[in-house]
């Protein structure tokens, strides 16, 4: 992947600008509130059609003004164009209209770094499942089709949960049928991702940190889930499936869990009036040195692994990619900053690195490496 230019117009803080890039490499310097992040911002917008800092698409648009504007020239000069104004965005692909980030996800990818990525180590567990929902879009697009199935089963249930006006027994069995559905697949296709970030994370340990331990992630259901498998398991191996509260023994496994869920807990959920499983209150463990990442681990660990979950996520995705790395190198000593960046450059895809100083380690690396250098 290589980025060829952008220009901005009424894009936060910029009321025009436009950049040229001659390398696969660009150093971005500027004081803190000189744009470098409003530009990471446009880059990742592009991709994904929504903001890393915001919700509203209006804050986007520079004070005073009614639009704004973004286009990206990339590769053999591909680009892209979006419009913003109100509540309306407009995208084009190489002129032709698209509807989804979908449609663009495998022509452009950006990966960014961001000073609050180590909240993926050290945050709460949405954080965690944010990281690899995402990351599972970018390597999957129709992922996003089973998110989006998911989170709407999931209102209807919680609506017929909720309001109990619309209460109805057969209803609450058939959507919680479909959630257990959803939700197995949803979290196969995270297994199935987790499973090679790991392999990726640890090849790039043992290749550039051998002095560190190795990394490995526990995958956590939703509490009362973990609670009824055990309590199945436990009663599986004791009784038959026809002993099972007089389950038939040709339904399948995943029905007999579902009627558990419903006997168990169907009170509980009505009481609390919503769901009370599925993936969406999922946590991944990160176990470091043998050790949870998030209890244990340093600071400057966190962050070195959640550096690492990024660089295998770009490995496995390969391609076009465009990497941003936003002033996140700073608390990195020299050596595990220059082991950073070679793994990035060693990609072969753009690499922007944005810094507040020239004066330091990266800005002399980077500049070694033949890049652009560009100033806000």
């Known amino acids: 992947m290589r980025l060829l230019s952008v220009e901005l117009k009424n894009f936060r803080c910029f009321p025009t600008v436009s950049l040229h890039f001659d390398h696969r490499i660009t150093l971005i310097e500027g004081l803190n509130g000189s744009g470098k992040s409003s530009l990471v911002e446009a880059l990742y917008y592009a991709c994904y059609f929504k903001s890393f800092r915001t919700n509203h698409g209006a804050e986007l648009i520079r004070h005073g003004q009614e639009a704004a504007y973004i286009k990206i020239i990339c590769n053999d000069d591909q680009y892209i164009q979006i419009g913003l104004a109100d509540k309306k965005r ?26 609050d990525d180590i909240q993926i180590i050290k945050g709460a567990p949405e954080t965690r499942r944010d990281f690899i929902d995402q990351a599972l879009i970018l390597y999957k697009s129709n992922f996003a089709t089973l998110l989006k199935t998911y989170r709407k089963t999931l209102q209807q249930r919680n609506a017929l949960l909720y ?61 009362l889930e973990e609670e009824l498998l055990a309590t199945h398991r436990d009663a599986a191996d004791e009784k038959s499936a026809r002993e099972l509260k007089g389950i038939e023994k040709e339904v399948d496994e995943g029905k007999v869990v579902i009627r558990r869920w419903i006997s168990a807990y169907g009170d509980k959920e009505r009481v609390m009036r919503r769901s009370l499983c599925g993936p969406h209150l999922d946590d991944i463990r990160i176990v470091f040195s043998g050790k949870s990442s998030r209890q244990f681990a340093s600071r400057g660990q966190q962050k070195l692994i959640a550096v690492l979950l990024k660089a295998a996520l770009i490995k496995i995705l390969q391609g076009k990619t465009v990497i941003v790395l936003d002033d996140f190198m700073t608390d990195f000593d020299d050596i595990r900053m220059q082991a950073l960046l070679k ?21 002399g690396y980077l500049q070694e490496q033949q890049c652009d250098v560009i100033t806000l």
């Open 90 to 115: 407009v995208v084009r692909f190489n002129g032709k209209l698209l509807t989804s980030y979908k449609e663009l996800i495998s022509e452009y990818r950006v990966v960014v770094v961001i000073e």
């Open 163 to 223: 309001f109990s006006d619309r209460w109805n027994y057969e209803s609450y069995c058939i959507w919680t049928e479909k959630l257990f559905t959803v939700a197995e697949q949803i979290r196969q296709e995270r297994l199935e991702l987790l499973d090679r970030l790991e392999s990726e994370v640890n090849k790039l340990l043992v290749e550039f940190f051998p002095e560190l331990s190795d990394m490995s992630f526990e995958y956590c259901k939703a509490e």
């Open 343 to 363: 793994l990035f450059i060693s990609y072969g895809t753009h690499v922007i690195c944005t810094t507040p100083s020239r004066q330091s380690a990266l800005c």
